[in-house]
């Protein structure tokens, strides 16, 4: 479960910005306890547009990609992504620093990295078994190294005369230690695959693999369930494979061995997601049901819902942790509001999943549905550097306060300031 997480020198973020998902204040709901932790089941970001909100999501998914190595960074020579915050003279060519805290189990761990486009400059693992934090290693830079002979899987790098670790400077040291099999690594990178950040506008990017999940009979019966709580009028969902024309495989820029290849394997095909409604006669009887193309004949907001269905099943059925940027794009604020309780409702997370999202959605605002601890607010100051602060860190807003209309009239800021225009 994710405990904190910070960045700094990261797009829009200069100086270090924090969200954390511990309580903060004294109310008795939408937490999960671990230890003697209590760990919030979600957290929500509001904050005018280009204020940042969405590079705090960015962030974390960029966290993300690096520890699992994405961009696969193999040679000596091989080079590391580096996005930091340009409109400053002392960051433009500086580094960034990434940290979260989470755990494992009730194991807290606390990891983080600085690093730009060549070199890892620093690293470090804690891990914290019964309330006090031991050192797993340490590196940065031309001072000396540290591992804790206790930690197994890494101690055999560390070159104890030189006090340094054996590893390319370009390169995590965590992959290191996964690479020679090392529980914790392992763990660790594993944790971090739970880690699911998604972007609410683009949702035709994980559309595959909701038609991947739909494969499973148990977990399309889910997928339907869920849909069905919607209230959008789909009785069930079908994938329909279709055999493209020959003709249609002739035009394909493909070479001819591969076409040929495709014609002896039985042809080309494609798969078409069906959604079924109830029909009625003019008595309004039900007489059977019609069949929507989903893509062609489905709503935006209809098609958004299916297609964000099977990761936030996933993420609820396995405890997951999920970040959505825009949420609310295409949705209405009902459909936005019921996702949301699913991950307040211990019946339904089971497993303390949790989700962080960036909204625009003010009718959200709500005590019934927030705590003030569970609300963050990004702004921009006057150089450009965006600012991220939660509501329970402002003095003087009562826990049943009118948050929504509170925000709109720019208490907590995060607000945009609109001037006059004029032709």
């Known amino acids: 479960m994710l405990v904190q997480f910070s960045v700094d020198n990261y797009r829009s973020i200069k100086d270090k910005v924090i969200l954390s998902m511990m309580t903060a204040t004294k109310d008795k709901e939408r937490f999960f306890n671990i230890r003697n932790y209590e760990l919030l089941n979600s957290a929500v970001i509001y904050g005018s547009n280009a204020s940042g909100k969405s590079n705090v999501l960015s962030a974390m998914a960029f966290m993300r990609r690096v520890v699992l190595n994405k961009m696969k960074v193999i040679q000596s020579t091989d080079t590391l992504p580096h996005d930091p915050f340009k409109l400053n003279t002392a960051t433009q060519d500086a580094s960034s620093t990434f940290e979260i805290i989470f755990f494992i189990g009730t194991i807290k761990y606390r990891y983080g990295f600085e690093m730009d486009t060549t070199t890892v400059y620093a690293e470090w693992l804690y891990a914290d078994e019964k309330g006090k934090e031991a050192k797993l290693f340490y590196r940065e830079g031309d001072e000396e190294d540290y591992i804790n002979p206790s930690f197994k899987e890494g101690y055999q790098f560390f070159d104890k005369k030189n006090a340094k670790i054996k590893i390319s400077p370009n390169q995590l040291f965590i992959w290191k230690c996964d690479q020679d099999g090392g529980d914790v690594s392992k763990s660790i990178l594993q944790w971090f695959n739970h880690f699911n950040v998604i972007n609410g506008v683009e949702h035709d990017g994980y559309i595959s693999y909701t038609m991947e999940q739909m494969e499973n009979e148990d977990f399309r019966n889910e997928i339907i369930k869920f849909v069905k709580t919607a209230d959008i009028g789909i009785d069930d969902i079908q994938l329909e494979e279709i055999d493209v024309p020959n003709e249609m495989l002739e035009k394909l820029p493909l070479p001819n061995e591969l076409k040929q290849q495709i014609l002896e394997d039985g042809g080309l095909k494609r798969v078409d997601i069906n959604t079924y409604h109830t029909k009625f006669d003019e008595k309004n009887n039900v007489v059977g049901r019609e069949v929507f193309e989903l893509d062609r004949e489905e709503s935006l907001g209809t098609r958004k819902f299916f297609k964000m269905s099977a990761p936030i099943l996933n993420t609820l059925q396995e405890g997951k942790i999920l970040a959505i940027d825009e949420l609310d794009a295409s949705l209405h604020p009902m459909l936005t509001m019921h996702l949301i309780k699913l991950f307040h409702d211990p019946k339904v997370n089971t497993?303390?999943?949790?989700?962080?999202?960036?909204?625009?959605?003010?009718?959200?605002?709500?005590?019934h549905l927030f705590r003030r601890d569970q609300i963050w607010f990004t702004e921009k100051d006057?150089?450009?550097?965006?600012?991220?602060?939660?509501?329970?860190?402002?003095?003087?807003?009562?826990?049943?306060?009118?948050?929504?209309?509170?925000?709109?009239?720019?208490?907590?800021?995060?607000?945009p300031y609109l001037g006059k225009f004029e032709f």
């Open 351 to 367: 497993k303390n999943a949790q989700l962080i999202f960036t909204t625009h959605d003010t009718n959200l605002l709500k005590p």
């Open 382 to 415: 006057r150089y450009g550097s965006t600012h991220l602060n939660a509501l329970a860190a402002f003095k003087d807003v009562r826990k049943d306060a009118d948050f929504e209309k509170e925000y709109i009239q720019g208490k907590y800021g995060a607000i």
